[in-house]
T-cell receptor
Framework: GESVGLHLPTLSVQEGDNSIINCAYSNSASDYFIWYKQESGKGPQFIIDIRSNMDKRQGQRVTVLLNKTVKHLSLQIAATQPGDSAVYFCAENSYSGAGSYQLTFGKGTKLSVIP | EPEVTQTPSHQVTQMGQEVILRCVPISNHLYFYWYRQILGQKVEFLVSFYNNEISEKSEIFDDQFSVERPDGSNFTLKIRSTKLEDSAMYFC?????????????FGEGSRLTVL
């Protein structure tokens, strides 16, 4: 079946370095992708999103890149801080036309920032 | 900042018992969702709800599950007869827009432990 997955389950980076978290998706019909951050014991927190008609979108310290050719999504975090330590999920919107979100989440990548 | 609130934060129940998890979505939001996350696994879609009826549901959302919006503010998930495998974090989410774009706001989650 269609799925969203992550290449790396864990990532350790030095404070101040840039982080890159990758995600592969297989549903070529997906047209909307979101990155979520989940801290321990908390719910997913929206970071940034991108529609399929774009290949790059920037936020504050974060950039999402979308490569539809290879069905690949990445999240770049600039100048990683200890507060960025969390599990990061990519998600795709399996919009069925019924008018609601049905997000399919990847497994998650744990980002650990080394002070 | 408006937020989705969930109660209880943790519930322990015996197998076979009924459980009701409660959520107060963001007040001007129109679409409501339940997701669950089994420990160490990815977040999974359960059900979406709009205009007082279910929009979509996953195969996880079987006859043991039901949702209700009993008044103008609460959105509940009921598990009729809990099983061990229902142990998970249950996240409520809401959004003002229909599927496609827009931020999906998640609550902090309710941890259900079935003994």
């Amino acid at each position: 079946g269609e799925s969203v997955g992550l290449h790396l389950p864990t990532l350790s980076v030095q404070e101040g370095d840039n982080s890159i978290i990758n995600c592969a998706y297989s549903n070529s019909a997906s047209d909307y992708f979101i990155w979520y951050k989940q801290e321990s014991g908390k719910g997913p927190q929206f970071i940034i999103d991108i529609r399929s008609n774009m290949d790059k979108r920037q936020g504050q310290r974060v950039t999402v890149l979308l490569n539809k050719t290879v069905k690949h999504l990445s999240l770049q975090i600039a100048a990683t801080q200890p507060g960025d330590s969390a599990v990061y999920f990519c998600a795709e919107n399996s919009y069925s036309g019924a008018g609601s979100y049905q997000l399919t989440f990847g497994k998650g990548t744990k980002l650990s920032v080394i002070p | 900042e408006p937020e989705v609130t969930q109660t209880p934060s943790h519930q322990v129940t015996q197998m076979g018992q009924e459980v009701i998890l409660r959520c107060v979505p963001i007040s001007n939001h129109l679409y409501f969702y339940w997701y669950r996350q089994i420990l160490g696994q990815k977040v999974e879609f359960l059900v979406s709800f709009y205009n007082n009826e279910i929009s979509e549901k996953s195969e996880i959302f079987d006859d043991q599950f039901s949702v209700e919006r009993p008044d103008g503010s609460n959105f509940t998930l009921k598990i009729r007869s809990t099983k061990l495998e229902d142990s998970a974090m249950y996240f409520c989410a809401s959004t003002v827009t229909s599927g496609g774009t827009g931020e999906l706001f998640f609550g902090e989650g309710s941890r259900l432990t079935v003994l």
